[in-house]
Structure formats: structure tokens, C-alpha cells
């Protein structure tokens, strides 16, 4: 897989790698910054960041490329669809990141497609009724029939809005309403790879085609 490609999975979807690789990457970026700044050494050893362990030096004996590609080749094994590339709808190459909506490469712009942005808060099943997502609208205006884009989430689905909603939220005392959007659009499966991994800390983007 081409650099461009690995760096970009690693930078955006580094919740798919493995513990051990997680601390063989800190491991690495730490060693390169005490190699650039000696006097930072002795505090990254400290902290845990330049690490002892075996196992950790292990994962990098081959050097830091082929590192990266052991990662890439394993979560495209293992989960090949929670990585959500965001390639261009023109062109079709990769863009910068997964948020980014107009290509570097031919200078496509599809902003146009994305109506709303939602601040996932929740996610919950109703006995009864639909599964909803429940969080607060950034921008935009969200409307049933449109479309909720889950790819940034590791879930290669865009879900139909079926229903709007508002749920009341307290927390320390403090009361509020979240909007909810309603769907019956995702499996079993689905629905309990999102309640797993709350709390969600990407902004969805509300789209139509």
C-alpha cells in the first residue's frame, strides 16, 4: 500500500490499532524526538513513552515502514470495513482527510452534498421502535429523508433519516434536550458496534445524494 494511503489510516483511524501497537508507534515518534533532543530522553523514558518492552521494540526490529505496512496489512485483514476512505467523487483519489470535501488533486469540490453537521452524543435502541443517534446540530439543517453518513465511524453505511425526535438528557443536575434521528436501516451488528464505542468524539455529516 503506498505511503500516502498508510499515513493516512494511521492518522485517522489509529482506534483500530492494537494496544501493543499503539505503544510501538508512541515508542517510535518519542525515540525521534530524544534522538532530535537528547534532553528530552530521560523525561519520555519516565513518562513511559520510550519503552523497555520486548514486545514493543519487537514490532519495529524491521524498521518503521514496514511497521506501518504490518498494521495496514492486519486491519485491512481483520476490519477492512471500518476504514472509511474518503476518496473524491470526481476522480476518485483519496482525499487529505476523512472530513475534507475538496480534492487536492483535481480541485473537485462536493461541500454541496454535505447539508448539516451532527455532534453524535448517543446512541440507543427503543423498545419498540427505531434506533436513534441522538447528539446536537453543529450546522446546517437536518431533515427526515436525508442521509446520515457513519464512515467517519467505521461503519460503511449512510442511513435514511426516518424519524426527529427529542430526548431529554440530565447529567450533574443539568437538564437539556438532544435531537434524535430515528433509522431502521442498520443490523443487530451494527447497532452494538456503535453503542460499543461511545463516547464518540467525530462529527457526522448529514449528507444527500
Not at 132 to 141: A, D, K, P, R, Y
Amino acid at each position: 500500500m503506498d505511503h500516502e494511503t498508510t499515513d493516512y489510516i494511521i492518522n485517522y483511524f489509529s482506534n483500530l490499532m492494537t494496544k501493543h501497537e499503539k505503544l510501538a508507534l508512541k515508542h517510535q515518534m518519542s525515540s525521534f524526538k530524544s534522538n532530535e533532543n537528547p534532553k528530552f530522553g530521560k523525561i519520555m523514558i519516565d513518562k513511559g513513552w520510550i519503552s523497555s518492552d520486548p514486545e514493543i521494540i519487537n514490532l519495529l526490529k524491521n524498521g518503521y515502514e514496514v511497521f506501518k505496512q504490518n498494521i495496514i496489512t492486519r486491519i485491512m485483514t481483520e476490519t477492512p470495513e471500518k476504514v472509511f476512505f474518503n476518496n473524491c467523487p470526481k476522480c476518485n483519489k483519496l482525499a487529505r482527510t476523512p472530513h475534507a470535501k475538496q480534492c487536492r488533486y483535481c480541485s473537485y469540490n462536493w461541500h454541496h452534498l454535505a447539508v448539516a453537521q451532527f455532534k453524535l452524543n448517543d446512541a440507543l435502541q427503543i423498545t419498540g421502535r427505531k434506533f436513534f443517534l441522538t447528539g446536537q446540530i453543529i450546522e446546517g439543517e437536518i431533515k427526515e429523508g436525508q442521509l446520515i453518513d457513519l464512515r467517519i465511524l467505521g461503519l460503511n453505511k449512510k442511513v435514511k433519516i426516518e424519524s426527529i425526535e427529542f430526548v431529554l438528557k440530565r447529567q450533574d443536575g443539568i437538564a437539556w434536550e438532544d435531537i434524535a434521528l430515528g433509522t431502521n436501516e442498520l443490523t443487530e451488528q451494527d447497532k452494538e458496534y456503535l453503542k460499543s464505542i461511545h463516547p464518540f468524539k467525530k462529527t457526522l455529516d448529514i449528507i444527500i445524494e
